[in-house]
């Protein structure tokens, strides 16, 4: 009902000075809104990845959704950094602050070794992680210029606890599949 032909003024307040736009309509051209207030459901394909040629985006980079005590990842298809001096795969790192919960969706999974589509990583705060050792040569190596993978994580502030389920077709080796060849416990 508010939509009309007519001149609309709108005034725009910066730094204490008012700037007039002027439309030959009202621009408050919204017919409604069909659905929830706020998006509950993504689809990956819909996503257009942040990333930059010369540095390795922090997962943060791919935050999709934050929410009280969580937050979620989406890592999609993305260009490979093709700049000589950049880090290709993620640097080591502890979380001190979430537990990380990966689940490996789709392609190949560039930074982890023996990781497959539809497997799931546990990674609890503070334990220290990054490219698994034959991932990193691999990047070091590979001319691959496309990481096809699609993955999501969820980052929790309070601690996960290992499910039954989960405990069923748990993976008791991941713990030391970034040990050196020989050292194994
Ligand atoms: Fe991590």
Redesign the pocket.
């Known amino acids: 009902a508010q939509q009309d032909e007519n001149t609309w003024q709108i005034r725009i307040k910066r730094r204490g000075h008012i700037s007039t736009v002027t439309y030959p309509y009202n621009p408050l051209d919204v017919v409604g809104w069909h659905g929830d207030n706020t998006v509950v459901r993504l689809n990956w394909r819909d996503i257009r990845p942040l990333m930059s040629h010369r540095y390795h985006l922090p997962?943060s980079a791919h935050t999709t959704f934050v929410a009280n005590g969580f937050v979620i990842c989406t890592f999609t298809p993305r260009p490979v950094e093709s700049d000589p001096g950049a880090l290709k795969v993620p640097f080591y790192?502890n979380?001190d602050d979430y537990d990380?919960v990966l689940f490996y969706h789709r392609g190949n999974f560039f930074s982890r070794d023996n990781i497959e589509q539809g497997m799931v990583t546990l990674?609890p705060c503070g334990f220290p992680?990054g490219p698994h050792p034959k991932a990193l040569k691999k990047a070091q190596t590979d001319p691959a210029t496309f990481i096809d993978e699609v993955a999501v994580m969820i980052d929790t502030r309070r601690a996960l606890e290992v499910g039954e389920a989960a405990a069923g077709v748990d993976v008791p080796d991941y713990v030391n599949s970034w040990r050196a060849p020989g050292k194994e416990s």
Do not use: G, L, Q, T
Request: aromatic share 0%; hydrophobic share 0%; no cysteine.
């Open positions: 997962p790192h979380n990380e990674h992680h």
